[in-house]
């Protein structure tokens, strides 16, 4: 049943007093379209398991795919503050269509642009960011997740092409993408990245059905049976590991800020009912135990905004560290995720519903703090950076 959309961010330290008119009006622009599009619809598809594809057109539309790429390649060319408000106010409506754009932009236009040659980026960047064109980024196998220089896919120089050989599992968007940024291990067990298209003999892409968690979101399989893949599709400035981790902290920077949107609609969500809803006669807003809730929630909230605005300072200047990005996008996640399950109390029976968005961020938050990197591996990954000592092996 579609319902008006009220939400309103909470700005409890006039952080708007730091955004500039252009993040201010990108944030009203985005948060107007996910009002009108996304709101309305999205509890119908999450509870069908389906991606609404006709909200690609217009993701593309307000500058969703590949913001901080140059205008020149179709990118929207902005600072990094401005990729964050966008993925905030996307993951506000849902964090499945976040992860379509976080996937488009971050783990595929920006290996292209990073990693690729000019030829690549003419040929995929413009259609990537108009959304003519759709991509998805294999990383994770079976039997390597939160290990990926583990993986055992491969690609075996043959002359004039590279047969490429393997499975990629949990991939978002997988199931309708036109190409695939695939990382494998070349011959001599070095990590390369290469465009694989949709069509070429022996690449497969099964759905991955039965999830609980970003169920408007599709994630499937890569496999690769003897693909032949043109020497000209191979991204040449990535080698070693660090050409997909590099690509993760543009992702994981914005899942930093997307989260955070979760978080305001949530909150904002459980204030709104509990000054609605009376029992024993008044507001149970009134009550000490929930507003002790909603006084945690938006302290955390606060101190979640505090810290991705001035990660997106750093990172608009090419100061953020990838340990900063990982210590962001692990709290940002972590208190969503507390925020969700205190906000679905709040709301009592009426919370597990569909009635109210608290119930589906909570549920897909659960992929949010295991996808790219868990909260544990980030948290190694702070270890490592203050310490000085690897913890993972
Ligand atoms: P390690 O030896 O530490 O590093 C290998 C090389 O990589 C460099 N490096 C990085 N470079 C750029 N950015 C980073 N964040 C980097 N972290 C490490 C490092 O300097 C080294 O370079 P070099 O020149 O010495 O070779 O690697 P390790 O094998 O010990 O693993 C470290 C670990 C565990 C931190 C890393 O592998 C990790 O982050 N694991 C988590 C895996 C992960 O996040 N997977 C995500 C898959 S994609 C996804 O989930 C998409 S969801 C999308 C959506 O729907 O939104
Ligand atoms: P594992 O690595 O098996 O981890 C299992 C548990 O062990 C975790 O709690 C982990 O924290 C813990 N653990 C692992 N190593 C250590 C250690 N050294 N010390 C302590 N604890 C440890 N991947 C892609 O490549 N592309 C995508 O588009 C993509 N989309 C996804 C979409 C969804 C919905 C989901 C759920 C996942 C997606 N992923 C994608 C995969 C995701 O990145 C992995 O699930 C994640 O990296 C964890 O890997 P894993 O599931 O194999 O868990």
């Known amino acids: 049943m579609p319902k008006t959309d009220l939400f309103e961010s909470p700005d409890y330290y006039l952080m708007d007093e730091l955004l500039s008119d252009e993040h201010k009006l990108i944030r009203q622009t985005v948060r107007d379209w996910v009002k009108k599009e996304v709101s309305p619809i999205i509890e119908d598809y999450a509870q069908r398991a389906e991606f609404p594809k006709q909200l690609l057109k217009g993701l593309a539309e307000i500058g969703a795919f590949g913001p901080t790429i140059p205008t020149e390649y179709g990118g929207a060319g902005l600072d990094y503050t401005a990729y964050g408000i966008i993925m905030q106010e996307i993951e506000r409506g849902d964090s499945g269509i976040r992860s379509t754009a976080s996937v488009q932009g971050s783990l595929v236009m920006y290996p292209i642009y990073a990693y690729g040659s000019e030829e690549q980026k003419k040929k995929y960047l413009p259609k990537l960011a108009s959304g003519e064109m759709m991509g998805c980024f294999g990383l994770t196998e079976p039997d390597h997740g939160s290990n990926p220089g583990g993986m055992v896919t491969n690609i075996k120089d043959a002359g004039d092409h590279y047969v490429l050989n393997g499975a990629k599992m949990w991939i978002s968007n997988a199931p309708f993408a036109d190409i695939a940024v695939v990382w494998a291990k070349d011959e001599t067990g070095k990590i390369k990245g290469v465009i694989v298209e949709r069509g070429m003999e022996g690449f497969t892409t099964p759905e991955t059905h ?71 006669g008044k507001p149970i807003g009134g009550f000490q135990l929930q507003q002790k809730k909603l006084a945690e929630m938006i302290t955390e909230i606060t101190k979640g905004q505090l810290l991705v605005w001035r990660l997106g300072t750093l990172k608009s200047e090419n100061r953020a560290t990838a ?41 897909n938050l659960e992929s949010v703090v295991t996808y790219e990197g868990t909260h544990d591996i980030h948290l190694l990954i702070t270890g490592h950076d203050v310490t000085g000592l690897d913890a993972f092996k």
């Open 210 to 280: 039965n999830k609980w968690s970003l169920r408007a979101s599709a994630t499937g399989e890569l496999v690769f049976d003897h693909v032949k893949v043109p020497k000209e599709n191979l991204l040449p400035g990535a080698s070693g590991l660090k050409g997909p981790l590099g690509c993760l902290n543009q992702a994981r920077y914005g899942i930093a800020w997307g989260a955070l949107g979760a978080a305001m609609d949530c909150y904002d969500t459980a204030l709104r009912y509990s000054k609605e809803r009376v029992q024993f």
């Open 323 to 363: 340990a900063q990005i990982s210590m962001a996008k692990r709290n940002s996640v972590e208190i969503a995720l507390n925020i969700a399950r205190e906000a679905r109390q709040m709301l009592g029976g009426m919370g597990i519903t569909g009635e109210y968005p608290i119930m589906r961020h909570m549920a």
